[in-house]
């Protein structure tokens, strides 16, 4: 038989992929979760009030973009189907949003955290730490949510940051700004291929390497 090999950035892709569900459908999770708790019960009526990932899954956003952008070589980027949430529910609507889009990101971070005591655990074994993949599992588990904690709290529409600034500074500026459709894609873009975006990646350097030092992995 024929030896195949597949490419290294293709096992890398395969592998983050179903990381990549598990960590967007825990993000809406929380999301609606959170709108539970405080009152609103439009997710779970929708069925989004669980941890599957296919209840969550976007098919353009979740698996065709992530195909596209690891196709062409783009920056990799997706998204779950976002979870509903109807304010009218709310005792008190600018703090209970603000706690509910927050539950997102920060579902993000607990994973982050999670993942880098296992990193810990892993990279410390004497006999586990020396099965490369499995570390590399594990680091890209971290990788992955660090990005999705910071990249979701920028403040451009339509990420959970945007939301976040009118929930805090509610006025009319604000609520234009978080109205602005289609072209605070263009704006997210832009950020994404511009200069910024190395100051971006630094800072989920910075966040990685401080969450698998205190969970004391001795690299």
């Known amino acids: 038989m024929p030896?195949?090999?597949?490419s290294e950035k293709l096992t890398v892709f395969l592998i983050f992929l179903p990381l990549f569900f598990l960590s967007i459908a825990f993000h809406e999770f929380a999301h609606a979760v959170?709108?539970?708790r405080k009152g609103d019960p439009t997710?779970?009526?929708?069925?989004r009030l669980t941890l599957n990932p296919l209840k969550h899954i976007d098919l353009f956003g979740s698996v065709i973009m992530?195909?596209?952008s690891f196709s062409s070589g783009l920056a990799l980027i997706g998204w779950a189907k976002p979870v509903p949430v109807d304010r009218r529910y709310f005792k008190n609507p600018l703090k209970d949003d603000a706690l509910v889009t927050f539950a997102g990101p920060f579902s993000n971070l607990i994973l982050c955290l999670i993942f880098s005591l296992l990193f810990s655990f892993v990279y410390n074994h004497p006999s586990l730490g020396q099965n490369t993949i499995l570390v590399r599992i594990v680091f890209l588990s971290?990788?992955?949510n660090a990005f999705l904690f910071l990249f979701n709290l920028l403040p451009i529409p339509p990420l959970d940051g945007a939301h976040l600034l009118y929930d805090l500074f509610?006025?009319?500026?604000?609520?234009?700004?978080l109205n602005l459709g289609m072209y605070g894609s263009f704006i997210l873009l832009f950020f994404i291929y511009s200069p910024l975006w190395h100051y971006f990646a630094y800072t989920i350097n910075f966040m990685i390497q401080s969450f698998?030092?205190?969970a004391g992995a001795k690299l």
């Open 43 to 47: 997710a779970k009526s929708q069925g």
């Open 212 to 214: 698998i030092s205190l």
């Open 34 to 36: 959170m709108a539970y």
């Open 66 to 68: 992530p195909l596209i």
């Open 3 to 6: 030896d195949i090999k597949i």
């Open 142 to 144: 971290i990788y992955l």
């Open 170 to 177: 509610p006025n009319e500026h604000t609520a234009r700004y």
